[in-house]
């Protein structure tokens, strides 16, 4: 399709050109941007993550902290100590002190102690209240095959294992054990273990402060995968919830991040999707989760898209409107231009010449035909002026002939006399020498006007050639017929005499 106007031509070659590469550039820069951004949440949530792993790590360091000193100091004085009530003391005022403590107990193997078969004692915290309870200390409890006795056996050194979350009705509360094994110091022998039982408050609490952007928050499960802090439902109980069934949120990602020691995931929950982050914590290998919105990632993006938009259409407005005014400037020089010529092409000599606005191609041409104009009006002005010269020469010239006819009306009557009077025939010659003088001079007024129009009509045109032809005829007439009355009045005189 062809255009007929140059901005509409221009227009639609630039503009699609401009509009492709703007496309191009908010591509770019939203890809760019998306990455960028993706990786900066990455490490502010693997930043997140360390922070909130170390506070939890912290807590629970400082319980098996407690645990292991009590332990070093049951394996070195268990022989020398025979009053269980001194230990009892040590594990009151340190249940006391910690919040974190639901209780403490000592568990040792059959006989290992004072030659006793079962000795148990648990202390344990009930509000502010701090009691001793040996119920568990007989042969039904069995706790040499409890979870908490049977980690603590395995271990080959000195060191903290906890259990995995569990619902203890009798504190109606989940809690983990963490076990520590007492080994004799001369011997070396394993002789029990130490237990610190903790409440997951404190970590729920941790966890459930945990907030990122706007609606950003945390999940913390078990080694074992089960919820114990979830923040679309946060009463955790006995029947707590794997993340990897199908009834739990995060069902779709929990099998990932239970084979993974950290991580990032993407899942859906009430349409909205989440991006997942998530590491594990060292002394108990449950799996803290902080997850964020996606819209809330990529609302940075889209704002950025949006301006990017924005910009753009303001862009294309602006270079088009620029197009458009570029054009009709140079529309309008051209058609001055035009206007301009076609006036000089119709012979109009009288306009003025074309205001020059510009350095551009354009200003270059129009000083250019102006250029061309002056010339052409100055010899223009040259022809005019010898025309008019050339006017006046023949005005001039049909005078002398004018004149020239009188004289030859003349020279008939004195012929006339001169053939009705020869008697008289010298005052006739006296009369006819100054009327042949007479014509002598008109035939030199004549030649001289006729060599004048001759040397205009050179310079002139065709015209003023045949002028100047008619002329010298006219001439070469005028002195045959002057020469051939000479010679008659010569006869004239001699047949006088």
């Not at 007492?182 to 002789?191: E, N, T």
């Not at 294309?316 to 051209?334: E, G």
């Not at 205009?456 to 070469?476: G, H, I």
Request: aromatic share 8%; with cysteine; net charge negative.
């Amino acid at each position: 399709m062809k255009f007929k106007k140059i901005s509409t031509r221009m227009l639609c070659l630039i503009l699609p050109i401009i509009i492709v590469a703007m496309i191009v550039l908010t591509l770019v820069s939203s890809l760019s941007s998306r990455t960028i951004i993706q990786d900066q949440m990455q490490e502010r949530m693997t930043a997140e993550l360390s922070a909130q792993n170390n506070l939890i790590s912290k807590e629970l360091q400082t319980v098996s902290d407690a645990a292991i000193d009590f332990s070093l100091n049951v394996g070195t004085t268990y022989q020398s100590t025979p009053d269980i009530n001194s230990y009892l003391n040590v594990l009151n005022s340190m249940v006391g002190n910690s919040d974190m403590l639901l209780g403490m107990g000592i568990w040792f193997e059959k006989y290992a102690y004072n030659g006793q078969e079962i000795v148990g004692p648990y202390v344990t915290k009930s509000g502010d209240t701090i009691s001793t309870t040996w119920d568990y200390s007989n042969t039904e409890y069995d706790y040499w095959n409890q979870e908490y006795y049977t980690n603590a056996k395995a271990m080959t050194e000195l060191g903290a294992v906890f259990t995995n979350p569990y619902y203890d009705p009798t504190s109606d509360s989940v809690m983990s054990s963490c076990s520590v094994p007492i080994f004799a110091k001369d011997s070396g022998a394993y002789i029990g273990c130490v237990t610190a039982d903790i409440t997951l408050t404190t970590a729920q609490d941790i966890v459930s402060a945990i907030k990122v952007g706007k609606a950003g928050n945390a999940f913390l499960a078990g080694s074992d995968g089960a919820l114990l802090y979830d923040p679309f439902n946060d009463e955790v109980t006995k029947d707590t919830t794997l993340i990897t069934d199908e009834k739990s949120e995060l069902s779709s990602i929990g099998a990932d991040i239970m084979a993974n020691e950290s991580g990032t995931a993407t899942y859906k929950y009430n349409g909205t999707e989440y991006n997942v982050y998530y590491a594990t914590i060292t002394e108990t290998g449950w799996k803290l989760i902080i997850q964020i919105p996606s819209s809330e990632l990529n609302e940075p993006v889209e704002s950025l898209i949006l301006k990017l938009v924005v910009v753009c259409l303001a862009a294309l407005i602006i270079t088009a409107l620029v197009i458009l005014m570029v054009v009709r400037s140079l529309a309008s020089n051209i058609n001055a231009v035009k206007k301009f010529s076609g006036l000089l092409a119709e012979g109009n000599f009288t306009i003025d010449n074309i205001p020059v606005t510009s350095r551009d191609e354009l200003g270059n041409m129009s000083e250019a035909l102006n250029t061309m104009y002056d010339s052409n009006r100055s010899i223009i002005q040259q022809i005019s002026d010898h025309a008019h010269d050339l006017d006046s020469s023949a005005r001039s010239l049909k005078s002398s002939s004018d004149q020239l006819s009188v004289e030859f009306e003349t020279i008939k009557e004195y012929m006339a006399e001169v053939n009705e009077a020869t008697m008289s025939s010298s005052a006739a010659t006296e009369e006819v020498n100054a009327s042949t003088e007479g014509v002598k001079n008109s035939v030199k007024t004549l030649t001289d006007e006729t060599d004048k129009g001759s040397k205009m009509a050179v310079a002139l045109k065709e015209t003023a050639e045949n002028v100047k032809a008619n002329s010298e005829a006219s001439y070469d007439n005028i002195l045959k017929l002057a020469e051939q009355f000479e010679n008659e009045l010569q006869k004239s005189i001699e047949d006088a005499k």
